[in-house]
């Protein structure tokens, strides 16, 4: 098996890791796949690093596709997999660069499971005015696996080869869902109290009560890990850390809500309150955080904005 031609979905601050990776291959087929205005905006190129790089862009009509590289924001994937089923033929290896545990079983179920290769990245990029930043060098990068037997497939293979000199940080594991279940708890824990805190990730280390709640977070991640059958542990050492980040780092969810988009809690808290559930297991650290980041966005949205209500009585209740 060889991959001679790759499309990203998605060229945000994930899939721009992945086009500056691999624009330094030769011999191979690099695009993005998008429509429309979005289109429009990325055949003119796209910043990273301060240095411009000029994937094609494709529609989702384009065929004969290797290897195709998910790298959406949560809350667009449910729109998307009908593009994802559009592109992919009986050959096609579909990796997930998403955050969360279940991006794949949604992939899953609209191409079926044999196309799909599970996977991680970890990369502190983050958007500036002038385009998408990140330190090579410190980059952990990108983590892949079989489910089963073979963990050392073929298609693990030509990942390999497609991933060598390019610059891009990468291995395979034979413990991926492992592997996956440790970033999702580097993500839960320390990802969703600063956002609601508005600080620097050095926020943990410095104080005793930020650290009690990723601490909380953590212990009903892993309970329900262990109720799934998932063995964080077998990930190893390495797993359980991500990049190297200043103590002013501010991870995904708070850039979004500085921003003032919607975040993708759904993905984390959310899906840990639905899993804990199914599980009866309880949840009281992943509802408070779940509610709290979704009084966030609502505030962004302008929802408690009372300036033009100065009529407007209410009560304590």
């Known amino acids: 098996?060889?991959?001679?031609?790759?499309?990203?979905?998605?060229?945000?601050?994930v899939g721009s890791y992945v086009i500056w990776g691999l624009s330094q291959k030769d011999n191979i087929q690099l695009g993005v796949i998008a429509e429309g205005e979005r289109a429009d905006r990325l055949k003119n190129g796209i910043t990273i690093n301060n240095e411009k790089y000029y994937p094609n862009v494709w529609s989702s009509t384009e065929k004969d596709i290797d290897l195709l590289v998910v790298a959406l924001k949560y809350n667009s994937l449910p729109s998307a997999v009908k593009t994802i089923a559009s592109v992919?033929?009986?050959?096609?290896?579909?990796?997930?660069?998403?955050?969360?545990?279940?991006?794949?079983?949604i992939i899953s179920a609209e191409i079926g499971k044999k196309n799909v290769i599970h996977s991680l990245i970890k990369v502190a990029s983050h958007k500036e005015n002038n385009g998408y930043c990140f330190n090579p060098e410190t980059t952990l990068g990108i983590i892949f696996g079989?489910?089963?037997?073979?963990?050392?497939?073929?298609?693990?293979?030509a990942i390999e080869e497609l991933f060598s000199n390019t610059?891009?940080?990468?291995?395979?594991?034979?413990?991926?869902?492992?592997?996956?279940?440790?970033?999702?708890?580097?993500?839960?824990?320390?990802?969703?109290?600063?956002?609601?805190?508005?600080?620097?990730v050095g926020c943990y280390e410095?104080?005793?009560?930020?650290?009690?709640?990723?601490?909380?977070?953590?212990?009903?991640?892993?309970?329900i890990a262990q109720a799934k059958g998932i063995d964080i542990n077998k990930s190893g050492e390495l797993s359980?850390?991500?990049s190297a980040v200043p103590a002013s780092a501010r991870y995904s969810t708070l850039q979004?809500?500085?921003?003032?988009?919607?975040?993708?809690?759904?993905?984390?808290?959310?899906?840990?309150?639905?899993?804990?559930?199914?599980?009866?297991?309880?949840?009281?650290?992943?509802?408070?955080?779940?509610?709290?980041?979704?009084?966030?966005?609502?505030?962004?949205?302008?929802?408690?904005?009372?300036?033009?209500?100065?009529?407007?009585?209410?009560?304590?209740?």
Request: glycine content about 8%; proline content about 2%.
């Open 256 to 317: 979004d809500l500085d921003a003032k988009r919607h975040t993708e809690i759904d993905m984390f808290s959310g899906a840990l309150i639905r899993m804990g559930k199914e599980l009866n297991i309880k949840t009281p650290y992943n509802e408070f955080t779940y509610h709290m980041i979704k009084a966030l966005e609502e505030k962004n949205d302008g929802k408690f904005d009372y300036t033009g209500d100065k009529d407007k009585v209410t009560w304590a209740k």
């Open 146 to 157: 079989e489910t089963e037997e073979p963990y050392y497939s073929e298609r693990v293979k």
């Open 88 to 105: 992919v033929n009986e050959n096609t290896v579909v990796m997930s660069l998403m955050n969360g545990v279940d991006s794949e079983e």
């Open 1 to 13: 098996m060889k991959i001679k031609k790759v499309a990203v979905l998605g060229a945000g601050a």
């Open 206 to 223: 410095d104080s005793i009560h930020m650290k009690a709640i990723s601490d909380g977070l953590r212990n009903e991640l892993e309970t």
């Open 240 to 242: 359980k850390r991500g």
């Open 167 to 200: 610059g891009l940080h990468y291995r395979y594991t034979d413990y991926i869902l492992e592997e996956m279940w440790a970033k999702f708890r580097l993500n839960v824990c320390n990802n969703l109290p600063q956002a609601i805190l508005g600080a620097g």
